[in-house]
């Protein structure tokens, strides 16, 4: 992630593409010390947002499910709820549902709390998918367009 656009680059067989975003600055990170140096990588919090957020960049909402099963136990209920005000409302919706589904609600109820008092309207789960005659989920203020399953 940067801030602004950049072309994607290859090392060998590996190519690196990049995403910009909006207030990358604001992100909070943690610093990782590596053979040649010290790294910024996003907090297991920013990345949790950051995941349902690029979803179809990382190949899909199980995708996401599954990584979260495993970042899961990272992801602290206040700063969830704190981080929420920085990431568009629809992220904190799909985030919180995600964690239902992987039998980590606890962890969501601050958020829970965050999305009730300010989403207007339910958003599609699946942005990229129809949302007509789908259920909702009245906890996320979510149409419910899409089966997720992580793998285990």
Same mark, same amino acid.
């Given at each position: 992630m940067l801030g602004k656009p950049r072309r994607p680059i290859e090392c060998g067989k590996v190519r690196v593409v990049f995403h910009a975003r909006k207030g990358i600055a604001n992100v909070p990170v943690q610093r990782?010390?590596?053979?040649?140096?010290?790294?910024a990588v996003s907090t297991p919090v920013a990345t949790a947002f950051d995941l349902v957020g690029y979803e179809a960049q990382i190949g899909g909402l199980?995708?996401?499910?599954?990584? %979260?099963?495993?970042?899961? *136990?990272? %992801?602290? +209920?206040?700063?969830?709820?704190?981080?929420?005000?920085?990431?568009? %409302? +629809?992220w904190a919706q799909r985030l919180g549902y995600l964690l239902g589904r992987i039998d980590e609600a606890p962890?969501? *109820?601050?958020?829970? *709390?965050?999305?009730?008092?300010?989403? +207007?309207?339910?958003?599609? %789960?699946?942005?990229?998918?129809?949302?007509?005659?789908?259920?909702?989920?009245?906890?996320?203020?979510?149409?419910?367009?899409?089966?997720?399953?992580?793998?285990?």
């Open positions: 990782i010390n590596t053979p040649r140096g010290t790294v199980d995708a996401v499910a599954t990584i %979260l099963v495993e970042l899961a *136990e990272k %992801l602290e +209920p206040e700063k969830l709820a704190a981080l929420a005000p920085t990431v568009p %409302l +629809p962890r969501a *109820e601050a958020l829970k *709390e965050y999305v009730r008092a300010r989403a +207007p309207d339910a958003v599609a %789960l699946l942005p990229s998918a129809r949302a007509d005659d789908y259920p909702r989920d009245r906890d996320w203020k979510l149409i419910v367009n899409a089966e997720v399953e992580a793998e285990t």
